[in-house]
């Protein structure tokens, strides 16, 4: 059974470090509510959350240890490998990749694009062609930063940047 926290989208679930309590944090607006938010499958969120608490409030993992993620990937010239199907020679700086990165992110979260359209359009990754879905993947699999971000999201929420030796990146965890 797929694994959904219930949330609408842009939703998301922390944890309190003043109460110890999980709370529901929109990504896009930034508002954050102790109630779960409308359009909230309740059944799904209930069952999420139960696990999510057996999980020592961690997010939820399949039992085969696996997630599933999507990403975009902004390289620059010091990346592993500067060269993409968009550009053979790329040449952006570093600081460049990031703020063109910072302003894709911002313009998923307030809905300007889908995070799958993003991807197919500017992704650096040969991933682009199925909407940056990289499949299901374990521990010790991808680079440490890239993996330690995917594991620390909730199905459906997407990462800050993330930056490895590919580049800078933007991670959204879809199993």
């Given at each position: 059974?797929?694994?959904?926290?219930?949330?609408?989208?842009?939703?998301?679930?922390?944890?309190?470090?003043?109460?110890?309590?999980?709370?529901?944090?929109?990504?896009?607006?930034?508002?954050?509510?102790?109630?779960?938010?409308?359009?909230?499958?309740?059944?799904?969120?209930?069952?999420?959350?139960?696990?999510?608490?057996?999980?020592?409030?961690?997010?939820?993992i399949n039992k085969d240890g696996q997630i599933r993620v999507s990403h975009?990937?902004?390289?620059?010239?010091?990346?592993?490998?500067?060269?993409?199907?968009?550009?053979?020679?790329?040449?952006?700086?570093?600081?460049?990749?990031?703020?063109?990165?910072?302003?894709?992110?911002?313009?998923?979260?307030?809905?300007?694009?889908?995070?799958?359209?993003?991807?197919?359009?500017?992704?650096?990754?040969?991933?682009?062609?199925?909407?940056?879905?990289?499949?299901?993947?374990?521990?010790?699999?991808?680079?440490?930063?890239?993996?330690?971000?995917?594991?620390?999201?909730?199905?459906?929420?997407?990462?800050?940047?993330?930056e490895t030796d590919s580049g800078i990146h933007i991670i959204q965890r879809?199993?």
């Open positions: 059974m797929p694994i959904n926290t219930g949330l609408p989208p842009n939703w998301t679930i922390k944890v309190s470090k003043t109460h110890d309590k999980e709370y529901f944090f929109n990504q896009a607006t930034k508002e954050s509510s102790w109630d779960a938010p409308y359009g909230t499958d309740t059944d799904e969120l209930n069952e999420y959350l139960r696990k999510f608490k057996e999980n020592g409030k961690r997010p939820v975009i990937l902004t390289k620059h010239k010091q990346s592993r490998n500067p060269k993409s199907w968009r550009n053979p020679d790329i040449s952006i700086t570093r600081e460049e990749a990031i703020n063109i990165t910072r302003d894709n992110l911002s313009k998923v979260l307030k809905g300007e694009t889908s995070f799958n359209e993003l991807a197919e359009s500017v992704s650096d990754c040969s991933s682009h062609s199925r909407s940056g879905d990289l499949g299901f993947f374990g521990k010790k699999q991808m680079q440490p930063p890239f993996e330690n971000a995917a594991f620390n999201l909730h199905v459906g929420e997407i990462s800050d940047l993330v879809t199993g």
